[in-house]
């Protein structure tokens, strides 16, 4: 039960703690581990090793490309965060860059509709996890459900909590990780290897470079979520961009290690079919203390994402509330712990409802899940776009962090973020699906957008909110 004190509710709009704002308690630390938690993933976890499995060793060439990407899109945000140092993140961005529409529909569909899937589809995989190396123990969806309650709840307890909670179970995944490709690739586990060597086919062609490409971003898309903590972070003119270009360097060094270790102890077929890839490495390294360790890992990362978003989404939607781009009770704050807690709920409620009527069919929430990525990559082409509009509507604004060679990471990383969407489709058959489905949403965002921006907001689709306008809300 949540306790009374807190007064859930009692606080409207900018009226929080002590304050009326969000506490700046975050370092570099807390930061960093919010930029790893929610990047590697379960998701990541098992696409790495299919691509692994695809183009063997020379898979470290399309996730060589997807690091580049990764850190153009670390680039744009370390600039924008800066510049417009606010919760909402993107939306804030946006709305001084291209107006509220292209605010509201890049957030909405890039944020909140992904979390409302991906989230379900990392509990789902958690339990499926929990389910194959104790069977029987648990009832079935009391591991997802039970996860998503005790976060939820956690994250209404204050971002003190979050912080310890976010450096420890990313501190633990890392080391995990680590150990699986390290162990592996030094032959130091319990069980033999394959073969004392890798794979002597290099095949970055086996499915084009290209689609490789679409495949290893999905293992760094996420570092941006230290963003919408920008008014809770301490020192963020140097903690935000260093937190994003660290974070995303050790997701490289990791996940390349983690990838290629899996070489030595799974065949490649194996790895690029099986749905649960991670789980064939870990016991064919450790044996029956492999199942062990594969838990651990799941259980980090999964609760490392979930916490990572029940923080940070909920602020960006905290954000958009003050911008009046989103319900004005996304900004109560309560009381004791200064949390918006209206935001927690609606994002752990949404991240519940797939669980609920998906049930044992996760392969319809995954088709969904691209879907929705695909406009994950769009918010980043709108993030990309908005560095350009405002370095050419306020080219003297003070900068703390300016883009490397601009406009080059830009250009590159719209460039990469449209091929990755082409080839988001993993077999010619689930095309037209996802791509139908991608349209939906963001068809009912964008009708969602029109009729809050006209008939609530009252202002136009496409016109540049005044800078000075975002920077002096209270």
């Known amino acids: 039960m949540i306790d009374p004190d807190i007064t859930l509710g009692s606080l409207p709009a900018g009226q929080g703690a002590a304050t009326g704002k969000l506490s700046k308690t975050l370092g570099l630390g807390a930061l960093l581990s919010v930029s790893i938690g929610l990047v590697v993933s379960q998701g990541v976890m098992v696409l790495m090793l299919q691509g692994a499995g695809i183009a063997g ?7 060589g490309l997807a690091f580049l990407l990764a850190l153009t899109y670390a680039f744009s945000f370390s600039e924008l965060s800066l510049m417009i140092p606010r919760a909402g993140s993107l939306s804030s961005y946006t709305e001084v860059a291209l107006g509220h529409f292209a605010a509201i529909v890049s957030t909405f569909s890039g944020y909140v509709v992904v979390a409302m899937f991906a989230l379900s589809a990392e509990l789902l995989l958690l339990d499926q996890i929990i389910s194959e190396v104790y069977p029987g123990v648990f009832p079935h969806m009391s591991v997802a459900f039970g996860v998503l309650l005790v976060f939820t709840l956690l994250n209404l307890l204050g971002i003190d909590i979050f912080a310890r909670l976010q450096t420890a179970l990313a501190t633990v995944m890392v080391i995990v990780l680590l150990a699986l490709g390290l162990s592996a690739i030094t032959g130091s586990g319990s069980e033999p290897a394959l073969s004392s060597g890798l794979p002597q086919v290099w095949n970055p062609m086996g499915a084009s470079v290209l689609t490789l490409v679409a495949l290893a971003i999905w293992g760094f898309v996420g570092a941006e979520f230290v963003c919408p903590l920008v008014e809770e972070s301490r020192r963020p003119e140097r903690n935000i961009p260093w937190a994003m270009i660290l974070g995303i360097s050790m997701i490289f060094v990791t996940i390349a290690l983690y990838a290629i270790g899996a070489l030595y102890y799974v065949p490649q077929e194996e790895l690029a079919s ?12 450790f044996g029956e203390t492999g199942r062990h360790v594969l838990v651990i890992a799941a259980l980090t990362a999964t609760c490392s994402t979930l916490n990572t978003s029940l923080a940070a989404i909920p602020r960006m939607l905290y954000g958009m509330a003050k911008n009046g781009q989103a319900f004005p009770q996304f900004q109560w704050l309560s009381r004791g712990f200064n949390t918006p807690w209206v935001a927690v709920l609606f994002v752990a409620a949404i991240t519940g409802l797939p669980i609920l009527f998906m049930g044992d069919d996760p392969g319809t929430v995954n088709m969904l899940l691209i879907a929705a990525a695909i406009a994950w990559l769009l918010a980043y082409i709108v993030c990309h776009l908005d560095v350009i509009a405002l370095r050419r509507r306020y080219p003297d604004l003070p900068r703390p962090f300016r883009t490397p060679f601009y406009p080059l990471p830009q250009l590159f990383g719209i460039g990469g973020m449209l091929v990755s969407i082409y080839y988001a489709s993993p077999t010619p058959e689930m095309t037209e699906a996802i791509f139908t489905s991608a349209g939906v949403v963001l068809g009912l965002v ?29």
């Open 57 to 63: 060793p020379a898979f470290l060439l399309p996730l």
């Open 274 to 285: 099986a749905a649960l890839p991670h789980y064939l490495y870990a016991t064919a390294l």
């Open 446 to 474: 964008s009708l969602i957008a029109v009729l809050w921006i006209k008939l609530v907001m009252r202002k136009p689709l496409f016109t540049p909110e005044p800078l000075e306008n975002v920077l002096n809300r209270q």
